[in-house]
């Protein structure tokens, strides 16, 4: 599909009523449902299904198979790998309506995602956390957190850009990439400005 703000696959289905920033791209066999809002410069990667009313920010990364269902909000900088599921409701059934039960979950931004995890309807993933390949979310994750497995659990801190963070004695660390201090306070790390 041509347009001059953003680039879609021709084989990419997009309904009447889609917010999409500049610099998108939407890649083959994904479908744009309406009501739906994404942000400048995201690359949505093939066969993705974004649900109507789901909001991405600017430079939202989705890799291939991905479902983002109705009531998800991800931030700008977000990653999601190959084939992260989102949930909406906690307890589905076919003969139930349950649409009025959406459950919001929130990824904030820089988080990454990674392929297969799963993510269990009404969590917030904090700002730079780091999901690991398979893992099922079935409760809020902190900002700058590694959390692998299932159930997920936290394994240790990154730093924004992905690296491992290890604290010494003062609570403190450095990024190895990029140099930036961060402190842990309270069970919650903060970058150092």
Known sequence: MENLSYFAHQTAVIDD????????????FSHIMGGCSIGKMCNIGQNVVISPNVVLGRNVKIQNNVSVYTGVICE?????????VFTNVLNPRSHVNRKAEFKQTVVRRG???GANATIVCGNE???????????VITKPVKPYALVVGNPARQIG??????????F??????????????????????YEIK
Not at 157 to 163: D, T
Not at 168 to 189: F, H, I, K, S
């Open 168 to 189: 010494d004695a003062q609570n403190r660390a450095v990024c190895p990439e990029t140099g930036q201090m961060y402190e842990l306070r309270n069970g919650t790390v």
């Open 17 to 28: 009523g889609c917010v999409i920033g500049e610099g998108t791209k939407i890649w083959h």
């Open 157 to 166: 801190w990154v730093s924004a850009n992905g690296n491992k963070l290890c």
């Open 76 to 84: 700008d900088d977000v990653f999601l790998g190959p084939s992260v």
């Open 111 to 113: 988080a990454s995602i």
């Open 125 to 135: 993933i904090g700002e730079y956390a780091m999901i690991g390949a398979g893992a």
